[in-house]
């Protein structure tokens, strides 16, 4: 499967911002889905993930009340909307596909999308 997201960009600090990562040649409903950042400097962290039937997610602590992650495996794709943006949340966000059970753990996705970039102004 091959993993496309979109959807980056500039927003001013307190926007809003819907990212999606399309999914190709395989069907997206095998996987657990997650989505990771990394900003300037800094290691990549994990933001959010999403179980394979989208019941159940998971938050990074930083973005929790404020990112919300869905799923449409209708449509092969993931969503990250991303509301009242901070300046901290600027980085390349990247979308990842596991085989695991659903997972935050970076090392538990094998299959990565390219990233977007997301930059947050005051």
């Known amino acids: 499967?091959?993993?496309?997201?979109?959807?980056?960009?500039?927003?001013?600090?307190?926007?809003?911002?819907?990212?999606s990562c399309a999914a190709s040649g395989r069907t997206l409903?095998?996987?657990v889905?997650?989505?990771f950042r990394q900003a300037p400097g800094k290691e990549r962290e994990s933001v959010a993930a999403i179980s394979r039937?989208?019941?159940?997610?998971?938050?990074?602590d930083s973005v929790k009340g404020r990112f919300s992650i869905s799923r449409d495996n209708a449509k092969n794709?993931?969503?990250?909307?991303m509301n009242n943006l901070?300046?901290?949340d600027t980085a390349v966000y990247y979308c990842?596909?596991?085989?695991?059970?659903?997972?935050?753990?970076l090392g538990?996705?094998?299959?990565?999308?390219?990233?977007?970039q997301v930059t947050v102004s005051s």
């Open 77 to 81: 794709t993931v969503f990250l909307q």
């Open 33 to 35: 889905m997650g989505w």
């Open 86 to 88: 901070k300046l901290e």
């Open 96 to 105: 990842a596909a596991s085989k695991e059970f659903t997972t935050m753990n």
């Open 108 to 116: 538990d996705y094998e299959l990565w999308g390219q990233g977007t």
């Open 1 to 19: 499967v091959q993993l496309q997201a979109s959807g980056g960009g500039l927003v001013q600090a307190g926007g809003s911002l819907r990212l």
């Open 53 to 60: 039937n989208g019941g159940r997610t998971l938050y990074a």
């Open 29 to 31: 409903s095998t996987y």
